[in-house]
């Protein structure tokens, strides 16, 4: 499958973004002439617009990211995060397959080296994979510099490439927040950002309903919906895979197939 490349219809927004960024103290040093309060208004818009683009996790801001694609169908992406994991992944293919449904696991590069017989199963199973990062760094992910940005793509994608014509597509930063480096890595090495419309805060929320009901009340279609596998394993094991289950029945029951959507369905 070829690589998709989104348009890059962000780029005035990254543009004016930086553009302003560099503006500001020289704006704050002329307006401090006058008013030393007046003068601080520049800086401080101006890192509220940065922080912005970079912790609003689907911000186009800083470039493109995909949060849907193009269909008439009843049909919707389903995305799960953060594994592979030997307590989840298997149970959740088992579901999949139930339910006659496709999707794309973000995977972390870590554990796709611990486990490569489950990114095997993965994709022998008819599903994708896409690269979530070598090392998931999630608290540090917004503040990476343009080489460990560049790392944790290249670390991760070269753990999945399963052949020279297959590498991983799509990318998918840790939490969802990307700095302005991020864009630039991923243009050139042909992949895409992809975000999400649905989600259940499975993360967050305990009870697999409120997660599903989460997830059913804003799927709709073309949409992009991210679930989680790997997490609270100690306290919960079955959390995951229900939170899944319910899903999938409630997709079923309206009607929504799961598929993994074609390139020329993506961008604009
Ligand atoms: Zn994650």
Redesign the pocket.
């Known amino acids: 499958m070829q690589p998709v490349v989104p348009e890059n219809n962000a780029n005035w927004t990254r543009r004016a973004l930086l553009g302003f960024a560099f503006v500001a103290p020289f704006l704050a040093l002329y307006l401090g002439r006058t008013n030393l309060v007046i003068a601080l208004a520049p800086l401080f818009v101006s890192h509220v617009l940065l922080l912005y683009a970079t912790l609003v996790p689907n911000s186009q801001w800083w470039g493109p990211v995909f949060r849907s694609f193009r269909t008439t169908e009843p049909e919707v992406w389903l995305t799960i995060?953060?594994g592979p994991s030997p307590e989840h992944t298997t149970k959740i293919l088992d579901l999949l397959e139930r339910f006659n449904a496709r999707a794309t696991f973000?995977v972390?590069g870590t554990r796709a080296e611990k486990y490569p017989h489950l990114i095997t199963e993965i994709l022998s199973r008819g599903h994708e994979i896409a690269n979530?990062?070598f090392t998931?760094p999630?608290a540090m992910f917004w503040a990476a510099g343009p080489s460990r940005v560049a790392a944790e793509i290249d670390l991760c994608a070269e753990l999945l490439r399963s052949g020279p014509d297959r590498p991983a597509r799509f990318f998918?930063a840790?939490?969802g927040l990307k700095n302005l480096f991020v864009h630039p890595e991923l243009q050139r090495r042909k992949m895409a950002l992809v975000g999400w419309s649905a989600r259940g805060f499975d993360?967050v929320r305990r009870d697999p309903a409120n997660v599903a009901k989460g997830i059913l009340r804003t799927a709709k279609p073309g949409g992009i919906l991210l679930l989680?596998e790997g997490h609270r394993i100690a306290k919960d094991p079955e959390f995951n895979p229900r939170c899944l289950q319910l899903t999938l029945s409630g997709l079923a029951e309206r009607g929504y197939r799961c598929v993994i959507p074609q390139p020329e369905q993506l961008g604009s």
């Open positions: 995060d953060d973000f972390i979530h990062t998931h999630s998918r840790p939490a993360t989680h």
